[in-house]
């Protein structure tokens, strides 16, 4: 008898175990979803709402660069923000708005104004095309975009670059080549310090050629959005320009051409923070 209440006992208080062990199991969980739920909640809290705004940004010679800004919407009235720039000639209008949207909602949400801009004579931008990648025009109009970024009403006078391919390599050389005071620091992917080994023409000096040598032809023979008008203008800016590969094949050995913009030799004048990632060959 006495060994049977015992053992009722033992049932009785396993019970109870596990009814408190299972209690102390929810009232965990129950805690770790309300801090998840908490957290997620002061996350987006903290995320900003935003507006976008078409500008031109003047060049000294009067053309004029189409720039798509994203500008968080403040939270009090000076609140000022960064820029972040992504600067290439692949039509931020059309062929690769749709590309580009997630990363510039994301940035936005965050604090930061992007600027698109599209390089001269490409996407919506004025101008006559430029000859070939990476030239001093392009470089120089960058200088000049950065500047005036950096004065907008709503930026705090500091602009980073980022972005992927074109746009990395460009960035690369405007933090080491050009040096704009207000630049100050590049996120950017798939670009490389030596045009001619590592980029996409001649990789270890072995002539590369794909659908990109056609497709950005076709692209920059494009007619200027959001009108596109095709008139006597458009095949003067769009249409004086030879195929970028005629150039290319003129210059199959490592030379000036090749080395003036890459940074492999240049590596004393980078002294800003610079965050590459897939850094040794284009792609």
């Not at 060049?59 to 919407?73: C, F, Q, W």
């Amino acid at each position: 008898m006495t060994r049977e209440r015992e053992k009722n006992k033992t049932i009785v208080y396993s019970s109870i175990d596990a009814s408190m062990k299972s209690n102390i199991r929810f009232v965990f969980f129950t805690l770790f979803f309300y801090l998840q739920v908490q957290q997620l909640i002061d996350a987006v809290s903290h995320m900003y709402a935003f507006t976008t705004e078409n500008v031109w940004l003047l060049m000294p010679d009067g053309i004029r660069l189409s720039a798509t800004l994203t500008i968080p919407i403040p939270t009090y009235s000076d609140e000022k923000f960064p820029i972040l720039l992504e600067y290439k000639p692949y039509r931020k209008d059309d062929s690769f708005y749709n590309f580009n949207q997630p990363n510039i909602q994301y940035l936005a949400r965050r604090g930061f104004i992007v600027a698109k801009v599209d390089i001269r004579g490409t996407g919506s931008s004025e101008g006559i095309l430029i000859e070939y990648e990476y030239t001093s025009q392009e470089l120089d109009d960058c200088e000049h975009v950065i500047e005036q970024l950096a004065e907008h009403s709503r930026s705090n006078g500091r602009v980073g670059m980022y972005g992927l391919s074109w746009s990395a390599f460009n960035s690369l050389m405007m933090a080491t080549l050009r040096r704009p005071p207000a630049l100050g620091a590049i996120f950017v992917a798939h670009g490389s310090e030596d045009l001619y080994n590592n980029d996409v023409h001649y990789g270890d000096g072995i002539l590369h050629q794909d659908e990109y040598i056609l497709s950005v032809d076709h692209e920059n023979a494009l007619p200027a959005s959001p009108n596109y008008i095709m008139d006597e203008k458009w095949l003067e800016q769009r249409f004086t320009r030879r195929p970028w590969i005629d150039i290319y094949l003129e210059h199959q050995l490592d030379d000036s051409f090749w080395r003036k913009n890459s940074i492999k030799y240049a590596y004393d004048n980078l002294t800003i923070p610079v965050y590459l990632l897939a850094g040794l060959y284009d792609a």
